[in-house]
T-cell receptor
């Protein structure tokens, strides 16, 4: 069974204080690892897809990296508007052609002004 | 805006009742996924449809069913509702065969069962 564990559960940062969120996964044959941002009461918003170890992607203050066992979402000089829950999800061969996602429980990030 | 629409935004009903949630995928997307998000379970995959056909089932209860219509919109039917069915229900769409793996989520329907 595919498993995704995110840490920490919650993180409070001061504006400008850089940090990283962790996503550890267990999947036999990773097809893809996805990062989403979710604001309260809203749908997950797509951020990145990573397919192979060593891959990195960046978008504004966010940078996602991938190893064979985990992914990191690095947040550089965060702003209050970066406050949200960040979700990690994996897609493995068990999903077959359906390609459904297995999600972690998320990291709730709060950036204080 | 992901391009995926869901109605209604909120739904309040009583135990034992039946409700229908509707989803319209992004233009051109053939795949529709339904997910349930509750406080204690996180986001859980329920069911997947591709171009009108059911392709995969996840943790979907027998009281729940879904379908995808020829115009590609999808409906999730929840019956004999229980208090524990209260949750956010999301649909997501993906291009499908030959497209990217990325799923784009709708704004969700918040279901409250009293």
């Amino acid at each position: 069974e595919d498993q995704v564990t995110q840490s920490p559960e919650a993180l409070r940062l001061q504006e400008g204080e850089s940090s990283s969120l962790n996503c550890s996964y267990t999947v036999s044959g990773l097809r893809g690892l996805f990062w989403y941002r979710q604001d309260p009461g809203k749908g997950p918003e797509f951020l990145f897809t990573l397919y192979s170890a060593g891959e990195e992607k960046e978008k504004e203050r966010l940078k996602a990296t991938l190893t064979k066992k985990e992914s990191f979402l690095h947040i550089t000089a965060p702003k209050p508007e970066d406050s949200a829950t960040y979700l990690c999800a994996v897609q493995g061969p068990r999903s077959g052609s359906a390609r459904q996602l297995t999600f972690g429980s998320g990291t709730q990030l709060t950036v204080l002004p | 805006d992901s391009g995926v629409t869901q109605t209604p935004k909120h739904l309040i009903t009583a135990t034992g009742q039946r409700v229908t949630l509707r989803c319209s995928p992004r233009s051109g997307d053939l795949s529709v996924y339904w997910y349930q998000q509750s406080l204690d379970q996180g986001l859980q995959f329920l069911i997947h449809y591709y171009n009108g056909e059911e392709r995969a089932k996840g943790n979907i209860l027998e009281r729940f069913s879904a379908q995808q219509f020829p115009d590609l919109h999808s409906e999730l039917n929840l019956s004999s509702l229980e208090l524990g069915d209260s949750a956010l229900y999301f649909c997501a769409s993906r291009a499908g065969t030959g497209g990217t793996d990325t799923q784009y989520f709708g704004p969700g329907t918040r279901l409250t069962v009293l």
